[in-house]
T-cell receptor, first 113, second 113 residues
Framework: GENVEQHPSTLSVQEGDSAVIKCTYS??????FPWYKQELGKGPQLIID?????GEKKDQRIAVTLNKTAKHFSLHITETQPEDSAVYFC????????????FGTGTRLTVIP | EAGVAQSPRYKIIEKRQSVAFWCNPI?????LYWYQQILGQGPKLLIQ????????DSQLPKDRFSAERLKGVDSTLKIQPAKLEDSAVYLC???????????FGQGTRLTVV
């Protein structure tokens, strides 16, 4: 099955700085790579996703990049704000959508005001 | 639009007891998942339903876990008998179809003592 590795496990940044989370996956058949944000006591919430036919996608302060050859994908958050503090999960899926999601181990992001 | 509803939010039981969790997906969502999230880890798939049929239960410990989705709407996940290592958050997710986003409920936090 798919194996998703995620780094770092914890990340602290000053408000306004950028944060980068990196992931690798093992199954070359994976085509869909969503990122989820999980706040304390809540379920994961989709923040952005990218499919294998695209190398980069941006949504306001959030951007994701995908390198299918190297099986790497990354999340970039610019101009971080305290409300960005949460656990972020990278995910890989063999389907074209959210079919059989394989989660990374998570990154706890803390934005220091 | 109402989200995925789960109950109870918290449950504490003794080992060897039984417990059941309930999930009400978003209206019209044909696909429903149960995930297990152990503290400090990413969610791991237990079972996937398409309407009222099981699509994938390969990761479900069938000697103690069971799940059903009667009438293709609500679903229940049962553990009998529970073990200490079953302590986790149990998340339910639903999606309209395989090409769309998965929506997660808040989860049920189970503590087995």
């Amino acid at each position: 099955g798919e194996n998703v590795e995620q780094h770092p496990s914890t990340l602290s940044v000053q408000e306004g700085d950028s944060a980068v989370i990196k992931c690798t996956y093992s199954d070359s058949a994976s085509n869909y790579f969503p990122w989820y944000k999980q706040e304390l006591g809540k379920g994961p919430q989709l923040i952005i996703d990218i499919r294998s036919n695209v190398g980069e996608k941006k949504d306001q302060r959030i951007a994701v990049t995908l390198n299918k050859t190297a099986k790497h994908f990354s999340l970039h958050i610019t101009e971080t704000q305290p409300e960005d503090s949460a656990v972020y999960f990278c995910v890989a899926s063999e389907g074209t959508g959210a079919n059989n999601l394989f989660f990374g181990t998570g990154t706890r992001l803390t934005v220091i005001p | 639009e109402a989200g995925v509803a789960q109950s109870p939010r918290y449950k504490i039981i003794e080992k060897r007891q039984s417990v059941a969790f309930w999930c009400n997906p978003i209206s019209g969502h044909a696909t429903l998942y149960w995930y297990q999230q152990i503290l400090g880890q990413g969610p791991k798939l237990l079972i996937q339903f398409q309407n009222n049929g099981v699509v994938d239960d390969s990761q479900l410990p069938k000697d103690r876990f069971s799940a059903e989705r009667l009438k293709g709407v609500d679903s229940t996940l049962k553990i009998q008998p529970a073990k200490l290592e079953d302590s986790a958050v149990y998340l339910c997710a639903s999606l309209l179809d395989m090409n769309t986003e998965a929506f997660f409920g808040q989860g049920t936090r189970l503590t087995v003592v």
